[in-house]
């Protein structure tokens, strides 16, 4: 039995290769794409071990404290300061006993033309990565600079935010920075902290000189009394601007490629099945005939099963050779689009490889062995009564599972807004909760073509000739063709709206947020990244016509929750008076006036936020304080932080100064006059509204890029699917095509009635995919704006859902007319197969 099962199998694999090359495709290149996803997420797990770079010449660096740690009842708790501690001064004073002290500073440095990522550092400092001299000379005067790199040369004049300086030297680039370096008085001036420094002496004595003790914990870090950090050897990689930034770059191209691999799995799985199920479904007819030739349900199900086995080894097997061809490739556009460090490299991994071929053999087996079931259930006579028209489209296991999904996709949505409507504005949220919904709307689709179809084909039907009549009919009685073939433009124009629609309508309400919290006329940020100094402030305050309130934004409060969770909150630090004439935070309760230096302004988030409570707190500088809640404000998107004075944060430099007009003054010499303010220090003054749009936040660029990555391959994906899926369907139609022509049709009309009749099923698809992604942008409108208190538009991607289904138009169009084209080509009579 088994023999001749596998005897019928590969005869009908032979004479029926093209319903089989379509499954063969789109099973292979979605074997491809888990795998690639699957290598290159095993392959960034873990980054190598970084060497020191900026002090990789230096004999000992001594770091002031730069992490709060708090100690619970589980374990200790650590987050970075946001106004980390220089070294203590007494500390200092020992160092410049032992041997020569060598202070480092880093700032950031804006040039009218050069790297973006210019950051300015003493010319002390430069012997330490080592940088050498290449051309010219060091900096002596206060207007000079060395640059590294070879995109400026000596005698050249740079107009930066602190003044106009000349290249009188440069040094060979290390890779890791754009160092410029000045004197150092000059970078003294421009960077007064300094947080760290090098030391010309003996490791021990030094230990000794910070009251440090202990061995050499992490290849040379040792952690003092009073908090500062004495680095030797591999550790002082943590001198370092940023020692984390392979681990997080390997955190992030994990979520980049986890939600690419989890949403293209989805995306082949779903389209693969749909594809096997109606390349079964099309042979009913077959079926009906083994039926009356004496075959079983069961023999008919072997059969199947069977062919799917081949297909789904064959296909698998080419799926993970491709996917180890692209896997690399993949790597290589992640390093070159800067998403992944320059190290980054696919890993000799297996697991990927044995997830992507079982996964494809599995849905392979899946969509093939589900539809056979129906085809084994029914008798002859009624299986070829059923090869022209699907009456029964809907099996009730289909109306089970999606009536399931659409009531949990409800259910789900309407709890997540009653207890927690932040939870719908997490990425991987609005990422995953529309895969429930496609699943639930493709599997009902069967269900909707129909009215869908006659609904768009209203108009065409009703114009003069029979072709818009042809056309609504035969869409409305292929229903499982309808529904095969608008799947994968449902899941991609679903997919685009949801995503790319979260995306902007989250940004959009982001932005109405930080619009409607600035009551100011104008806001004047600095240059640099060093805030204002007190002479600016003066000038500014002193403006006439207007109140100006000064603000920092890169302090921090750090509170303990529950007794073992040390969360971290943005804190701005304002001047109470002048920010409530500038400001118009969204309160619960309390006033902004009420602020003080023994108090601070809290949001909803907070465990404890009831007006007039003490909390204790750890300022960004890791003091410890008890502040009472002055006011409470609503959690909004996320990002309204806490208010403190700046007191409480004294180290955070002034980056914006908010400047509200008094009554009858002009605008246009109080702008002036700011300009005036902040000429000398360098500034710029901006009006609200050219401020919120220069401010409004984006999202991530990792974020973005891997979603246009995993949009891009599910457009790729979806354009071969549709290929596929209108050939089998066009070639199993060409009998009828045939009639057509015997009744009189000429073939360019039967082409545009086969052109037009693809271009309705990816509108019934387009629409499907509208609907889906609909429900998810109102979901997230109505966490926003009835429980966030953040009312704003839902933004719709209308170009990029243009572009996807004149994409998808053109492909369908395309895959439907040419075959038909070719099957004409042969004769009326021979392809209706008269003679049969």
Known sequence: ????????????????????????????????????????????????????????????????????????????????????????????????????????????????????????????????????????RAPHAADEVVVSGDWARPGARLRTGDGTVRVVGTVAGLGFENAVFYTDARAARLAPRSLQLVVDADATAVREAVRGSGDDGDGGQVLTGDGAQVLTGDARRYADADPDRDSEALTAMNAMFGTAGGVTGFVSVFVVASTFAFAVAQRRREFGLLRTAGATPGQIRRMVATEALVVGVLASASGCALGSYGAPKLAAWAVHESLAPRWFTVGDYTWPYHLAFWTGLFVALCGAVAASWRAGRTGPAEALREASVDTRAMTWGRWLVGSVLLATAAVTLVLALVTSPGDLLQRKTYISRPMLLIT?????????VRPLARLLAWLPARLPGAGGMLVRENAAAGVRRTAAVAAPVLVTVALVGSLLGATATLGGAKATEIRERTAADFVVTPAGDTGFDAATLKRLRAVPGGTAAAASSSSAVYVLEDGVALIKSDARAVEPGPFAATARLPLTAGKVRDLDDDSIIVNEEWAQHTVGERVDVWLGDGTRKSLKVAAVMT???????????????????????DVRLAPGADPATVASALRAAVRASGGEVLTRDAWVRATSPETNRTTRTGLFMVLGIALLYTGISVANTMVMATSDRVRELAVLRLAGATGPQVLRLVGAEALMVVMVGGLLGALVAALNLVGMWSALGRLLSVWTSIEIPWATLGAVLGACAVLAVISAVAPAGLALRRGGMSVAGVRE
């Not at 639930?440 to 909707?448: I, K, N, Q, S």
């Not at 959690?635 to 100064?657: E, F, K, Q, S």
Request: proline letters at 10%.
């Open 1 to 136: 039995m088994l023999s001749a099962t596998l005897n019928t199998t590969l005869h009908t694999l032979r004479h029926r290769w093209p319903t089989f090359v379509g499954s063969f495709v789109a099973l292979s290149l979605g074997v491809a794409l888990i795998a690639v996803t699957g290598l290159a997420l095993a392959s960034s797990q873990d980054a190598p071990p970084r060497g020191p770079e900026r002090f990789a010449a230096a004999p000992v660096v001594v770091k002031g404290q730069d992490t709060l740690t708090v100690p619970t009842s589980l374990d200790d708790r650590t987050q970075k300061l946001a106004q980390p501690c220089p070294v203590p001064d007494g500390v200092v004073a020992k160092l410049r006993r032992l041997g020569t002290v060598v202070q480092d500073r880093s700032f950031t440095v804006r040039a009218e033309r050069g790297p973006a990522d210019l950051v300015g550092h003493p010319w002390s400092t430069a012997a330490f990565a080592p940088y050498e001299l290449d051309a010219g």
């Open 440 to 448: 639930a709307v493709a599997l009902l689709a069967p269900v909707l």
């Open 635 to 657: 959690t909004g998107t996320g990002n309204n932080g806490v208010y403190v004075t700046p007191r409480n944060a004294p180290t955070a430099p002034v980056d914006r100064v």
